[in-house]
């Protein structure tokens, strides 16, 4: 399938096996592996593509082909094999222990090779982050924090002494005696702080934060280490394969004859607190056969040495002691520590046993102590009396009797005694750690300090069968650590990228803060509920237990421990212990002495025979009070105080920049060229590495202001260059440079560049005159060219506007003269015709006064007729003024001009009979027959004025249509919007849907993530039980409660009632049913569940896309349309909870059959390829896209581009290369124009060779049977 391209499959034991996929199905996806063709089959999202070339290595993983933990594991293992130990993802280096001595990787000639080299330019290395985090405090005046994590014998411990070792040689002044005290700061802390563990030979059982300080001449002026939770119970006991710290060996081993007669040391089968752990020593060949018999233990001289590429007892006692002269600690001072350590062997020896004698249930040194006892009084300096006393009972002092009360001695019993023992030997031991390290800063004091540079090395995440308060307390700190790594390199990152507009994809990770405020919120808190029980009288830690139990039974990171993966758990008792899952997997704490460790005070006699010391040494390592009380036993919080400590520290590395070294433990065994490749990706995801390597796909590790490049470069820069804006001058800069678009973006207040491109950042960044000087003159010239290039460009813009500009006004003058004659006809034509009319009436009434005229014989009636004929002049005057100077309606000047004109006629009636004459009959009649013509002629105007009447009263009977037709319009509007609201209210009902799908999402997130975390739980439980032979078993978990949606209820019902079950079939048996099936109903749902697969599948591949890959053809089975539109109809119309496809039990047709008369329909669809669109902008390069569906499902597709040959595609043989949607899906049958004839379509596949194509396919017998097959055949 898919050209049996390479993938990479889970597996428990390697992390991942390389294979080729032979099957999909909707949620799982088969593999066949190279290694031994077993096929595995696996969810989607644990099988990831691999690269190309089996081979192929990269320093920085973000350069891989594909980004994934597969090829991340696989790079990481190839670079091991071949002791690259290092290797980045991004600026995150990855530093896998060889377990093997590598002294050319750390050689001077390598640390002046990596002096000034950003990281990239040269092989991933622990000297190139030491450098970019003195670069950086150097550019920006901050800070730096190294961080420097793991687990538990990952070389966390040697990274930070290589990283201060770069420091001191590289930017110190010549490697000073301040530079030289604090590289030797280092075997001095390892000695008393460091042991063997079952994971590590030198483990560190405390944390430490050693700062190195600079002046504002980036000088080393002065250290400072702070120290965290030192491991007090390792003093008095260790599991049979550890040992206790390191400076006990070395004293019996490696000290000279004179120094172990004074303080009587012999072996460590001579003493209690080392009898019980391993009594080997750390040996070589050369060392072992110089060690005489009496310093060797029956152990070791039963089974020799043990040997480690750094630890050597005996000569690491010279060192010991070398770094003590060196740190300027005189003869009697390391005199004085050495009869502490060996005061505490001493005291381990006083063993306790009931005394018979005492009826209050006392306890006495036993017979065989009583040697002991003087040797620690004498070393101690102590009076033995006093301190045998002191051990077997304790004062109290009575609340009343005298001024103070009254003194009372309290006997204690065995195990209080014993307890009383420890206590005082923990408090010893502590208090000389402390001065040790007090004493380490005392040398290499400062006064002014600009910036420093802090590297964390701190115990790793611990989980053994028996954790008690210390790996609870180491647990709480590297939580806290994973979380600020989280915040500072996840969280705070996608902030800014989102700040600034980059449109970064969002990574999701894993939010351990739940777990850090079960344990430190306050009240309710594990920590605060260990303090509140450790106050009362008769504290209890099943108490404690059942509380916490109590508090967090919600709690999904809390389970009691019979929910452990790990079978000896199972056996705890509820009030016992509990079990919580932290980041990196699930830890069952036994809670039997939490509170004894809680506790960090001492019985006050003890304390008080300490203080009356005579040494002065001892008396200063426990200063007293005077006005202490010993009523009763204080009570000095352990945890808290660590919680205080640890809060501290966080505010430190908050206030600084960040640097992250990641170390990874390549085996459980500790030897050399053993890759566990299933171990090792457990830490990489526990480490966040895997989120990271999703954010640094599209991220931007490194970033510069605006304004600080600006300040950096202004006083180089012209005049005419200082004006710019400080983000133009940065464009500028870069386009100067040559710098791809690619490889930065630029941002609201920031310019950010991709991963690998430091080389480029650190060029911008240098700061010397030359290198700044000549990169203003490129500025300059670039925008020399620049501005020429913007002048033509505006020159011909301005030519077109004005073009423009002259057109549009020609055609704005010809508008407004076809609307200006349009309103003044309209306003103007009822009174130009008005006048028209009363024209007509001036010549009646010219007439008239003709007619007054030739009346001769009656002068008063001529007279009387004269003026009556004047003032109907002057009453037409009036009206043909009054049509002139005022506006009158049609209505108005009609009245006026019919009431004129009755005037006329009533008056020549009136005229002619008032003539009488004969010889005026004849003028008359004339008169009468002109006037008949008259009234005629105002007969045919009153028709015309009829009809204008009917016309008007048509077109108000079209405006009543009108309004009626408005009305209705606005009757369909109201119920469109009516429809509106309803598509609202379903729109919102969808939007309810869609949040309750993402809802579910959610819950499902959170389901798989809980999944997840059992997932690392038990690979973490499988890595414990093969370490110490156990069993460990996959918790069964509960069924799912999620809430579904009654649509999805009855969709599964639906299914349940399906005839037809594919679930179990593959790939191929689908595939050849579709092709064979003459059953109608099966051959439809073979479709169906053929084409859900593809979908899955498909989505598998998009998210698994190649990185890295610049202009190249995007794998699209679809023009972006066809996708787009798809992807819109999934989001609006997809199921709460995906269908899972049919159960396995189906039949298999045997005899073939014609395919159904599906509809046949046809698609033409242009698309533009994503590698040509930003260089195409107009579309030069447009091609088309066919598709042939026959039914819902596509048959054919072509793809015709403008320049190459076309892409040909049939159902059958390019499944996995053709559309997986439905027609209905594609949303093509929506799309205007995309339709098309079944005649064009063939045309088209005809005229690229389309039916040869399809001939070969099915002489091949590898189409499927279609409309277009069976056409072809017939």
Known sequence: MDDQQKVWAPDPANGFKMGSIVDIKTDTITVELFENKKQVTAPYDRVFPAEEDDNKTVNDNCALMYLNEATLLNNIRLRYKKNQIYTYVANILIAVNPYSDMPHLYSKDVIKKYQGKSLGVLPPHVFAIADKAFRDMKVYKQSQAIVVSGESGAGKTESTKYILRYLTESHGSGAGIIEQRIVEANPLLEAFGNAKTMRNNNSSRFGKFVEMHFDNKNTVVGGYVSHYLLEKSRIVGQSKEERNYHVFYRICAGAPEELRKKFHITTPDDYSYLKKGNTQYFTTKETAAKLPDNRKSSQYKKEGGMTDIILDDIKDYKKMEAAIHKLGVTEEEKMDIFRVVAGVLHLGNILMEDCSEDNKGGSMIAAGAERALKLTAELMMVDAEDLRESLTTRIMQTAKGGGRGTLIKVPLRKDQAT????????????????????????????????????????????????????????????????????????????????????????????DNQDTIDMIEVKPGGIMDLLDEESKLPRASNNNFTTNIHTKHKANFRLAVPRKSPLTIHRNVRDDEGFLIRHFAGAVCYQTFQFIEKNNDALHASLECLMQESKHKFIKSLFPGTSSKSIQKLAFISVGSKFKKQLMELMEKLESTGSNFIRCIKPNSKMVDQLFEGGQILNQLQCAGMVSVLNLMQGGYPSRAVFADLYTMYKQYMPKELVRLDPRLFCKALFKALGLDDYDFKFGLTKVFFRPGKFAEFDQLMKSDPENLAFLVKKVKRWLLCTRWKYAQFGTLMVIKLKNKIEYRRKALVKMQSCVRMYVAIKKHRPRYKGLQLVSTLRKQLDEMKKIVNSIKEDKKTKDRLSKDVGEMEKAMDALVKRIKTTMMTRQQIDAAYFDMSNKINNELKEIAKKKAKAEEQERLRKIQEEMELERKKKEEEERKRKKEEEERRKKAEMEAKRKREEEEAKRRAEEERKRQEEERKRIEADRKLQAEKRRQEEEEAKRQAQMEQERRDYEMALRLAQENEAEAMQVERQADTLTRSEQVIAQKQTNLLKRHDLGKWKYAELRDAINTSCEIDLLEACREEFHRRLKVYHAWKVKNKKQNVRNETADQRAPVSVIETAHEQEQMHAPLIPVPGPSPGAAKPAQPAAPPSNEQRYFRVPFVRPSDQHKDPQFKKKGWWYAHFDGPWIARQMEIHPEKQPVLLVAGKDDLQMCELSLDETGLTRKRGAEVLEREFESEWDKNGGRNYLMLAIKNKQARQTYATQKLQS
């Open 419 to 510: 307890h009383a023992r420890d206590a005082l030997a923990k408090a010893i031991y502590s208090t000389l750690f402390d001065y040790i390290v007090d004493r380490v800063n005392r040398c290499f004091p400062f006064k002014n300090s600009s910036t420093y540079i802090g590297v964390l090395d701190i115990a790793g995440f611990e989980y053994f069968q028996l954790n008690s308060f210390e790996q609870f307390c180491i647990n709480y700190c590297n939580e806290k650590l994973q979380q600020f790594f989280n915040k500072r390199v996840l969280k705070e990152e996608q902030e800014l990228y989102q700040r600034e507009g980059l449109g970064i994809a969002h990574v999701s990770y894993v």
